[in-house]
């Protein structure tokens, strides 16, 4: 079984960075990934993480303003939201899965947390 608590949301505005963080007790032999869901919309792939942070994945949508970390003595997994847009407000949430790979596919993930608001205003 793992745990998972996200933190780090918040109200920013257009531009501004967040850093959320993830993190996990119990089993920590997991990969990481990182979810959003929009009013309205369905849970969407925002980027993922292997076991040893060896490779990472990323929406298209996210790449090159969101960074995807892991530090494995401290069971956290932080994601670095840079550039913020309007678009980008959503519950976040960590979903976890025990083995070496990440995956975009929301149900490979056996593990999720509570969910973190994000809310970037114009």
């Known amino acids: 079984q793992v745990q998972l608590v996200e933190s780090g949301g918040g109200l920013v505005q257009a531009g501004d960075s967040l850093r959320l963080s993830c993190a996990a007790s119990?089993?920590?032999?997991?990969?990481t990934g990182w979810f959003r869901q929009a009013p309205g919309k369905e849970r969407a792939f925002v980027a993922a993480?292997?076991?040893?942070?060896?490779?990472?994945y990323y929406a298209d949508s996210v790449k090159g303003r969101f960074t995807i970390s892991r530090d494995n003595a401290k069971n956290t997994v932080s994601l670095q939201m840079n550039s913020l847009k309007v678009e980008d407000t959503a519950v976040y949430y960590c979903?976890?899965?025990?083995?070496?790979?990440?995956?975009?596919?929301?149900?490979?993930?056996?593990?999720w947390g509570q969910g973190t608001q994000v809310t970037v205003s114009a």
């Open positions: 119990g089993r920590t032999s997991y990969a």
């Open positions: 993480i292997g076991r040893s942070a060896g490779r990472t």
């Open positions: 979903a976890a899965v025990e083995g070496w790979y990440p995956s975009r596919e929301a149900n490979s993930y056996a593990y």
